[in-house]
């Protein structure tokens, strides 16, 4: 079992910054990828950034391509995202989860957080 804790939400305005953690306990962090979602209200939970168990490669969704930046920490066992010029449209609970492979699906991550929520007021 991984244990995921999401932290680094709140309100923050237009085109301001917030970065989340991701502090994992249990298995051995480093064994697993390692990707961020988030929801929004009324939407399915949909992929936001991902990374492989050594921080080797990232992938983004389009959406937050160039704003946002995922890394890790496997000596802190933690999960980073760096969140950059956000907009109203970024308004959502974020989530981490682990898994084997990076994957951009919901259903290749075996373990998740409860989440935090970020809004961005206009």
């Known amino acids: 079992q991984v244990q995921l804790v999401e932290s680094g939400g709140g309100l923050v305005q237009a085109g301001g910054s917030l970065r989340l953690s991701c502090a994992a306990s249990?298995?051995?962090?480093?064994?697993?990828?390692m990707g961020w979602f988030r929801q929004a209200p009324g939407k399915e939970r949909e992929f936001v950034a991902g990374?492989?168990?050594?921080?080797?490669?990232?992938v983004y969704a389009d959406s937050v391509k160039g704003r946002f930046t995922i890394s890790r920490d496997n000596a802190k066992s933690t999960l980073y995202l760096q969140m950059n010029s956000l907009q109203p449209e970024d308004t959502a609970i974020y989530y981490c989860a682990a898994g084997p492979y990076l994957r951009s699906t919901r259903l290749d991550y075996d373990y998740w957080g409860h989440g935090t929520q970020v809004t961005v007021s206009s």
């Open positions: 990374i492989t168990w050594n921080g080797g490669h990232t």
């Open positions: 249990g298995r051995t962090f480093s064994n697993y990828c």
